[in-house]
């Protein structure tokens, strides 16, 4: 099958050799071919001089137009490009973890644009990110059935994301049932989420090498977790023998979070409210911990953001910073992937400095293995994070 071409502007092939896997509007020659297309059809992209360089997929809708899928020309789009993609980054995952838990698929990192999979052992909750991804859903899903087979598949086509592409959104059991909160098991903790109306796709898995950071310093100490959804920090901290707190403003992720300290035999305290109002609360009341930690949602969601999400970087720092005990620890997380790790870092230390404490960095991280960034779309890593110990 011949598809429409999508030609790029002179000069705009290096990066695409390269590697790049996105091309902007103002790269490609404008034609009345491409005003014809449905959002999301693929397309052979060619250089001005009609060289075939591969295929992707073309959304007049979205700034970034195209997203390309294969960097190779008159690659057929089919059952066995998915299956191939989907084998590349199961293996990728079997070298990993013990367990079947885990990101499956992240985007560009493992070379399927628009597509994430998150795996909870036999049940798969897939999100369609782009217009382009969900024509070729049909094809991908039996991709997925030939390769993981899983008995459950859940749609979680419910993310923000999806209006910039003309999308609507929904949430579909494609195959199975789910009529129950799902188990997990990470760092030898047992979670639960609940994959049908929890954030994202109900688990944040790219926290996971960062939860055994902190459950490595948890014996005998008095943890806060603070923006802690069901508990992802909290818990192993208190397996680990610490004292753990909870912070949230969602009931059912509270309720989640005191079902799974069940499992795991432990207790926890659980605290619902602004997490703000809740940090200024638990100061007026002289309450100290020996590791504070915050890994709130993101405040940057766009470059226009920056300086408005850095101060709320800063307040969340400072208000933390309260509740360390001197000689503490601090650990703050990001997950704006406009926020770069040195703006981030100085908005916390800013936080720590107007708390009037002083503080040296012990660690910087970031998301875990199953989260891996593509090498074209720039060094930083959306999830960055940062463990402080508080100098007095
Ligand atoms: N630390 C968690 C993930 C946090 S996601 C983990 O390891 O899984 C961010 C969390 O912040 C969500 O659970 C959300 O409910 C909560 N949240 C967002 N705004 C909040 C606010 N103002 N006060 C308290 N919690 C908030």
Known sequence: MTLPS????????????????????HEIVPSSNLALLAPGEL????????????????????????RVLAAKPNTAIDHAFFATRLREALHKRDTL?????YRLVHSEGDNLPGLLIDRFGELLVVQLGTAGMERLWPVLLGAIEE????????????????????????VQVVKGSVD???????????????VLKGQKTGWFFDQRDNRALIAARAKGKRVVDIFSHSGGFGLPAAK????????????????????????NEVSIECIKGDAFAVMEQLAKQGRYFDIVLADPPAFVKSRKDIASGMKGYEKVARLACALVEP?????????????????????????????????????????????????MLGQ????????LKLDD
């Open 327 to 375: 000689l503490g620890e601090l650990f703050v997380a990001s997950c704006s992937h406009h926020a770069s790790r040195g703006a981030f870092n100085q908005a916390v230390m800013d936080g720590v400095r107007k708390a009037g404490r002083k503080a040296h960095i012990i660690a910087q991280t970031s998301a875990a293995a199953d989260h891996p960034n593509h090498p």
């Open 97 to 101: 973890y013990p367990d079947p838990y």
């Open 180 to 194: 129950a909160l799902v188990k997990l098991r990470e760092n030898n903790v047992t979670y639960l989420a609940d």
């Open 6 to 25: 999508l030609r790029l502007n002179k000069g705009c092939e290096t990066a695409m050799r390269r590697g790049m896997p996105w091309i902007m509007t």
């Open 43 to 66: 397309v052979s992209i060619e250089t001005v001089r009609g060289e075939l360089l591969g295929v992707g997929y073309y959304n007049a809708l979205s700034h970034i137009a195209c």
């Open 147 to 170: 390769v993981i087979s899983p008995t459950t598949i859940v749609l979680r086509n419910d993310t923000g994301a999806r209006e910039r592409e003309g999308l609507v959104q929904n």
């Open 240 to 263: 680990a023998g610490g004292t753990a707190t909870l912070v949230d403003s969602s009931a059912l992720a509270l309720d989640i979070a005191q079902q799974a300290a069940g499992l």
């Open 380 to 387: 930083n890593t959306y999830l960055k994070g940062v463990l």
